[in-house]
């Protein structure tokens, strides 16, 4: 059973590669202005390709299969991706983390490092991550944002949009995700119609004013929901690489 459990998560997984970059906000409403200051557009060559979010001078946290969109610049500073931003960084390292192979192993989350520091203001402010591991409980409610579609299928839009997320049970989360290892948070997208979309890929998962997640993946790019569990990384789970690479400022 449990080899079929990997064979079914595998299988998903694999397809879920083909429709997980970039996500967005369903049945949320766009985020005040001065709000969520931490967020950060992580952009190639075309445009806005997922979410990330600010946790030193001269590093954005976002998802590790957002380097399959090969990102090369992070905006900063504005809610409205279509407006011409005060702060825009290129992207000069990417520490992937070392253990990543795929959407759902737990190790989706990559570190960029900008090309020189910002520091905070009216319009930029970093966000803390957890001290040590946390335990979340069941619905405890928190907030995930983005960027990107409002529905499956549907156009782009510019502005900021936030949402807020129940966290599920990891038993839940299980069973609707057989297979799933452990490292990672589920929240929204089941038994709800609130969650995030294609063109958050990246983004946090904010609980108490801490980010606590990153954004990874849904079930087949649908963002119909209720539906399967959204799945984010589980910060907590990678502190010590994170702040080794903050400390050195190098992977």
């Not at 253990?99 to 990559?110: E, L, S, T």
């Not at 409610?141 to 900021?160: I, S």
């Not at 990678?238 to 190098?250: A, S, V």
Request: net charge neutral; hydrophobic share 35%.
């Amino acid at each position: 059973m449990y080899a079929l459990h990997q064979f079914m998560l595998i299988h998903v997984l694999t397809c879920l590669r083909q429709n997980a970059l970039g996500s967005e906000i369903i049945n949320g409403e766009k985020a005040p202005e001065n709000s969520l200051l931490y967020m950060a557009s992580v952009q190639n060559k075309y445009g806005h390709s997922c979410g990330g979010f600010l946790v030193s001078e001269d590093f954005v946290v976002t998802a590790a299969h957002c380097d399959e969109g090969n990102p090369r610049r992070i905006v900063l500073g504005t809610h409205d991706l279509s407006k011409p931003a005060d702060t825009v960084k290129d992207v000069i390292m990417k520490c992937i983390h070392p253990y990543y192979i795929g959407v759902g192993n737990g190790n989706d989350i990559m570190l960029l490092k900008l090309s020189s520091e910002v520091q905070p203001s009216k319009s930029i402010q970093m966000i803390k991550l957890p001290s040590s591991e946390i335990k979340l409980k069941e619905n405890e409610r928190c907030l995930v944002a983005g960027w990107g579609l409002t529905k499956t299928g549907g156009p782009l839009v510019h502005q900021l949009r936030v949402v807020n997320v129940s966290v599920i049970s990891p038993e839940v989360c299980r069973e609707n995700w057989p297979g799933l290892p452990d490292g990672l948070i589920c929240a929204g997208g089941y038994g709800t119609n609130k969650g995030f979309c294609q063109g958050d890929s990246g983004g946090p998962l904010i609980c108490n004013g801490t980010a606590v997640g990153v954004v990874s993946f849904n079930k087949w790019g649908r963002c119909d929901y209720p539906d399967a569990p959204n799945v984010y990384v589980d910060i907590a789970k990678h502190l010590d690489w994170i702040n080794e690479i903050l400390k050195k400022k190098h992977c």
